[in-house]
């Protein structure tokens, strides 16, 4: 299948995505979104053993693209809904995927870009990167991905970065257990193979069912908090401090917060 925001290689029995999008620091946009939706069924039905994620050039992931962000607060709320819909059935497919998943984390991984770096089973990150949850600071809520947030680090953790908003360096978030491993960037993908083999080494079928198995033991408390943080995904985007937060960021203001 041909992509036009990712690109996808398989070989030797590893899938490698990259994401493509570098003079928007690949930022998410509704196309790869679904890129990265049919690219993930692509690999589960093919013969590859491991994924791994990574980004092209400076940036993993920024977050949200912006020509997308401007058109959110202006989209009803029925495809509000939808759209937080598909954001969860992206995190959720990646989080439960079959095969196990590494990301390359080479740059910036933020909001819904940290989401994508941290929900594969083993992250690994240059030391110039950065983490953060910054969805706070322009009036959204980082709803779909706190659910898994909160299993990741603790509650402690999770709480200081989604309601403080700020962003974190590589030390930091191997510290709070947000990542595995801090690699010299020009070993970053040579590191990701090498895990890779190890990985390959294991019985296939026993990965599997390990990853179904750890899957299952989070599924139905996943299920009940996925659909209340597509609700409240949803509705922050009819506030006024959404807008305000919106339009305060593309206009590089401080915004003015009325609280509702």
Known sequence: MAYTTIQLAIDSGVATITLNRPDKRNAISYELIEDLLASLDEIAASSAQILILTGAGKAFCSGMDLDNLKALSGRP?????KDS???????????????????????????????LATLCDFTLAVPESKFGYTEVRIGFVPAIVSTFLLRQIGEKHARDLLLTGRIIDAQEA?????????????????RAQELAAQLMENSPASLTSTKRLLSDHARRELDAQIQAAVRENAAIRSTHDFKEGIASFLEKRKPQWSGR
């Open 174 to 190: 191997h510290r709070i257990g947000l990542i595995n491993e801090i690699v010299a960037a020009e070993k970053l993908m040579s």
């Open 77 to 81: 709320p029925e495809q509000s809904l």
């Open 85 to 115: 819909e598909t954001m969860a059935r992206l995190f959720r497919t990646l989080y439960d995927f079959p095969k196990p998943t590494i990301a390359a984390v080479n740059g910036a991984a933020v909001a819904g870009g940290c989401g």
